[in-house]
């Protein structure tokens, strides 16, 4: 592989977490807390009330954050970083798992895989946290373009501006979303007139495995990945965590999750249809041309944050809808979604869920940290558990604290959510008791590209997934002009709503190989 | 011209004006008052500050700032902006102002030359201004390089990687500053232990016309471009606002000021002399070099907020050491440097110094601005001025208000402070009762380089002047990492010290032209 210039490598706005000092935390923190507080200036409220929660947050959760200086940081770890580390690949090898892909994707619930964490596990659990970064890395956050909120790629050449083609896998549909109910800072919108689209976002997408990544995992996998908040602080805010029936039986989960995986318009240009029927639609049609084929199916449903519940909200209607097919759900940093009749039912249907989550981190303990905590224990003795928010699967539970390459002190809740911070963690856990695994490969710089988890002596700037100039380039006169999206890359709904003459366009695309997806 | 490709768009981390929000309008405001509060949290306690007095200023200062919704827009200048003027060149022509440089120069203190404001002068004045935005543009502001407070690149690229070859400019000599005085947020330090220096940053330059500009001109210009800062607020609230003499009689001069434009240390790297030092060994070798060669020899000192401040303390030294230069002052948003006696003394010796300044700016009112300007009428009816702060020179007063393209509510102080809001009212300011001139050039976009001063409708992002992933790029092992700066861009003391040999190298560079310097 050449040096990528600068030119070739993709660009996007990543909304950094700490551009916006302050709110993040700040509204984290008060997501389900209410305190009464003196009347007070606006700006003067919130910041009294943030120093106050921050603190009775930290040990009320128990979180034992060391305030005061870096621990010493292990030296082996950091040669490897400054010398070899920066020479070699940034990818662990691909191991054939053909003959234990059931057990990796879950079927006995990953017991004995987790602690030690199984290097084959770990290896797949970073390439679906790719996966659901990928939707955060080319999304178009940009509030000046007409193309804010959409994907910045079309789908053809979405893993490949994104190095990710690595992965083996092909995105074969766009998800869109929109929601009823209006929830400040979820939608992405731009602040002009003429838009792509007024009322969705793009919410991830579903992908498949080409042959030589079906033959090395065992089975032709389906990858749905659903993007979540970078910056989920506000959209938490405004849950009132209300669970909502979904019609069977007692089970209820969180209706701000499922109006967005639900909502549509006929009015609207890319919900026409709820993000629950495009993304069925691809999966039915997907299992059946495989299945058609003989081969072995499986459906991996991923998603950090946000896109973790949607990851559980469409595992539960996959199940439904395909009852013999493999699913899993690998979440990162995800709240809870339903009760727990919720969680039985999708236990259940054999629905496998493995939580990736954490320690220091608050997303995961939402909706109704502070009161459900105690409810639970209340719960499980009165058994009127239904109206309770209760997790699903297994965890995999991280700590900050078990990376030298991270910073210790501080109280950093957009840096410890962060889905890289994620992807690091998980790339150097070997088990609880263990300290980082010292061949762990994955580029550390990455953890910084929208927070500033990495410690100083590291030389990684904060937040620098930036674009060159925000975007702007200098024309033939001179002047900073804003460019246009290349004409391939601009959303069509007509386009996009085409399955099938995408279908024969990809086959046209790629012809002489065989069959759909195979590249 | 073709369209410049980001590989070749010179780039640089401008610390955006809007990045550290609250503390610089906040520092700004706090500089000169002090008001008895509560005792309340550190945090609070700056924001509530920062509240009252924000109102009590606008008031005070009678800034009629507008609150309310945006003025109608003025659409003709909309309509060029949108159309034509995107194709259009950005400069004003260059007139021939040979038989006019005196009084362009400010023989006659720009008398019926600044309402109207005479096209030649304004095209001077904007000239000059880029100068100063030079020193800027190539500083390096990345705490994480050990580059940082130097200059990006060495000398004879500077004006080549900004695009401002167009002026006709050669630079001779770097200048470096340090000081004595500890004065938080002047001194830009990096993070790292080994540094090119500990104790100075770049602070400016020295610059001479070339021959097809001196003939443009009349007269062979010497410029010096003094940098200033572009989030001046800490570092005037450091400011003591203590006059001291400088051995002339009554003269006083700030002495935080003073401090640098005069420290040196023997220890240092790079101000084993002064600035002071440097700039003037410089300037009388230039002046030497092209008296003898017959010319006529002009001094243009430039410089914006501290950097103008120091350009009038570089014009009194030099109006002490060479009595029959004319020597002009172009200053932007400057601050008051000296007393009374300061400036007559600057006026006596013949000093021309034109202020720009934006109305809205409170810089141009420090330091003791609250103070002074009620002891000011004091003194002048007691006699007693020599401890008061007194400007120099003729001032040509902006108003952020007549420019269409600017937003209007809010008290956005570091945007109207911005060297590049300067740069854009004066290139559309025709005179104090006219509307923003139709056909100003100047690309409007740069105004949101480092600030947000543009009005949405613009589409020109926020603090847009950046790098493309703040500086990393990613090596043929697909992981991202900081390159070092290219050898000929390395700060070296003992090449930059070495004038002749700069001399001896560049007429090799420039072999078969003559004289020196003419590019």
Redo the contacts between chains.
Sequence with gaps: ???????T?P?HHLPAAC?R?GINQLSLIRARQQVVVEP??P??KV??HA?RLANSLSNLLHLHLETSLQKNLQYTNWNLLNQG??????TSPKEDISTKWREIHGSCDWENLMDPLHPWLRREIVKYGEFAQATYDAFDF?S?SEYCGSCRYNRHKLFDKL?LTKNGYMVSKYIYAMSHIDVPSWLERS??VDTWSKDSNWMGYVAVSNDEESRRIGRRDIVVAWRGTVAPSEWFENIQGKLEPIGDGDVKVEQGFRNIYTSKNESTRYNKSSASEQVMKEVRRLVSLYKQNGEEVSLTITGHSLGGALALLNAYEAAKSLPNLPISVISFGAPRVGNAAFRDELHQMGVKALRVVVKQDIVPKMPGFVLNEGLQKFNEITGTQEWVYTHVGAELKLDVRASPFLKRGGFNLPGVHSLETYLHLADGFLGTDSTFRSDARR?I??VNKGCGMLA?EL???E????????????????????PSREPEHIPSPSREASVHASFVEMHGQYKGRQPFLSV
């Design positions: 592989m050449n040096t990528i210039s600068s030119s490598i660009h551009s000092p007070q200036p700006h003067e910041t009294s120093a580390n920066r020479t070699s690949p940034t940009d000046f190095g602040h002009l580029d710089a990455l100083n030389r990684i700037p937040c620098w997934y930036q674009l060159d100039n925000k975007g702007l380039v200098r024309n033939a006169y001179g002047r900073w002009v804003k």
